[in-house]
């Protein structure tokens, strides 16, 4: 469900943005920032994609199989989410950053010098604290549910004497 809402959040906020950025009537001056927006547009698109596609891949793992079966399915999917964890998001976080600043050229350029060094300063630390911090703990309480679900079901594969 998780996974439906995320890619749900991202297909509203691409919606949004396309609105804001082409029907709304601002008139943008920099063609940078039209880019901008078609990019982070993009991201979120591509981003509801995956979470669709992670959505459908554990739909498809059979709770109903035997212990073992079960087991290897839970296991495939998490090689398979470790591995789109380790190439999707520095992806992502390049192109989205990169976004912000082709988006930031227009707007930090109309506010006074010590304000867009303050805007750069706290947006920089803001995605440093995000990818270090808060990215670091989701992917740790991610692997902790995935290794559990897999622990609880090799012990249960011993209990029933399946090895």
Known sequence: RKQLYGAASLLLT????????????????????????????????GQAGIHLYVYHRLRSIDIAAPA????????????????????????????????FGLYAIEILGLLPPMTQVTMVVLYVAWMLFA???????SLRREDERLTGIMDRLREQQTQLGRH
């Open 68 to 99: 073992t079966e079960h087991l290897q399915q839970w296991e495939t999917y998490y090689r398979f989410r470790k591995q789109l964890i380790r190439i999707n998001l520095p992806i992502y976080y390049i192109l989205l950053n990169g976004a």
């Open 14 to 45: 691409a919606v949004y943005l396309i609105y804001i950025g082409f029907l709304s009537g601002i008139p943008f001056q920099a063609l940078t920032t039209y880019a901008a927006i078609v990019l982070i547009v993009l991201c979120c698109v």
């Open 131 to 137: 990818w270090f911090v808060l990215g670091k703990r």
